[in-house]
């Protein structure tokens, strides 16, 4: 059989015949590969000229990337003829069948403009430490793509959360704008200890850990105002409870160094006979007369 004969006998199938669709189809995937890699190659060039940042980034190149592989396929789609009346006769058809896939498209579209709206007003952005206090979750950024935001947890679990769900959400930013952070350390000791040498032992701790960083200004230090403070916070049925606050540079840090003061504060406790309370009851037994 020659290739006249292939041609016409393929006319049926293809819309200009199977050579016709092959040389469309080596045009449609080139095409497809060069805009991808091109566009790849701007957004990175953008972000590293920081006129946009890596969350934009990647959710630009996923709506690119989406709508260049939607339409190379209805392009192939088109070519072949059975394909095509069979997508000519849907779009034709009622209003009902648009009506059905519209409704059921309605989640993934709105994931899709929450995840326009994240990108755009950048409430968050990947590597960002986040707490969702609603849905009792922390972690960091990991991902944002078109239908989910994947929240990697200190555990190395990753949480899927559609964008719709995330964009309704409160969230609490930890690196929105600086990542250094305020830990409170809160240490309870029994009435008889004495308050002073106990606040006295939690700062001089803390002036040890190299993890703790000084934020005063340079008035704060000419006023000799002091880098830590210690403050009794409340007197319960069996303990006073002192707290102190600690800046680090970041969360991971601060949590190291909470860890570590609470390990040392108890030693030096212990040292000086400052007593750590915990609840007990007295008991009175009266005899029967």
Same mark, same amino acid.
């Given at each position: 059989?020659?290739?006249?004969?292939?041609?016409?006998?393929?006319?049926?199938?293809?819309? /200009?015949?199977?050579?016709?669709?092959?040389?469309?189809?080596?045009?449609?995937?080139?095409?497809?590969?060069?805009?991808?890699?091109?566009?790849?190659?701007?957004?990175?060039?953008?972000?590293?000229?920081?006129?946009?940042?890596?969350?934009?980034?990647?959710?630009?190149?996923?709506?690119?990337?989406?709508?260049?592989?939607?339409?190379?396929?209805?392009?192939?789609?088109?070519?072949?003829?059975?394909?095509?009346?069979?997508?000519?006769?849907?779009?034709?058809?009622?209003?009902?069948?648009?009506?059905?896939?519209?409704?059921?498209?309605?989640?993934?579209?709105?994931?899709?403009?929450?995840?326009?709206?994240?990108?755009?007003?950048?409430?968050?952005?990947?590597?960002?430490?986040?707490?969702?206090?609603?849905?009792?979750?922390?972690? =960091?950024?990991?991902?944002?793509?078109?239908? /989910?935001?994947?929240? =990697?947890?200190?555990?190395?679990?990753?949480?899927?959360?559609?964008?719709?769900?995330?964009?309704?959400?409160?969230?609490?930013?930890?690196?929105?704008?600086?990542?250094?952070?305020?830990?409170?350390?809160?240490?309870?000791?029994?009435?008889?200890?004495?308050?002073?040498?106990?606040?006295?032992?939690?700062?001089?701790?803390?002036?040890? /850990?190299?993890?703790?960083?000084?934020?005063?200004?340079?008035?704060?230090?000419?006023?000799?105002?002091?880098?830590?403070?210690?403050?009794?916070?409340?007197?319960?049925?069996?303990?006073?409870?002192? =707290?102190?606050?600690?800046?680090?540079?970041?969360?991971?840090?601060?949590?190291?160094?909470?860890?570590?003061?609470?390990?040392?504060?108890?030693?030096?406790?212990?040292?000086?006979?400052?007593?750590?309370?915990?609840?007990?009851?007295?008991?009175?037994?009266?005899?029967?007369?």
């Amino acid at each position: 059989m020659s290739i006249n004969e292939i041609q016409e006998a393929t006319m049926g199938i293809f819309q /200009h015949g199977i050579i016709g669709f092959l040389i469309t189809l080596v045009v449609i995937v080139l095409s497809l590969g060069i805009t991808l890699k091109v566009t790849k190659k701007a957004i990175k060039n953008m972000t590293k000229k920081n006129r946009i940042d890596e969350t934009s980034a990647r959710f630009s190149y996923r709506i690119i990337s989406a709508i260049v592989y939607t339409l190379a396929i209805f392009g192939i789609i088109m070519q072949v003829n059975p394909l095509r009346q069979i997508s000519v006769t849907l779009l034709a058809s009622s209003g009902v069948a648009v009506l059905v896939l519209g409704f059921a498209a309605q989640e993934a579209f709105s994931n899709i403009i929450a995840g326009f709206f994240i990108s755009f007003f950048r409430p968050f952005s990947v590597g960002e430490l986040i707490i969702l206090p609603g849905q009792n979750i922390s972690g =960091r950024i990991e991902d944002i793509n078109l239908r /989910h935001t994947v929240v =990697r947890t200190f555990e190395n679990n990753r949480i899927i959360i559609p964008n719709s769900t995330i964009n309704k959400s409160i969230i609490e930013n930890r690196d929105i704008t600086e990542k250094k952070m305020c830990s409170f350390l809160l240490m309870s000791i029994s009435y008889d200890s004495n308050v002073d040498r106990a606040k006295e032992i939690m700062m001089e701790e803390a002036l040890k /850990h190299p993890n703790l960083i000084d934020i005063r200004t340079t008035e704060d230090i000419m006023n000799n105002v002091p880098q830590l403070s210690v403050t009794l916070v409340s007197i319960g049925n069996f303990s006073v409870d002192l =707290r102190m606050g600690v800046w680090s540079a970041d969360s991971a840090s601060g949590w190291v160094m909470l860890s570590d003061l609470r390990d040392s504060i108890k030693k030096r406790f212990d040292q000086e006979g400052i007593e750590i309370p915990y609840p007990y009851q007295n008991v009175i037994m009266k005899k029967e007369a």
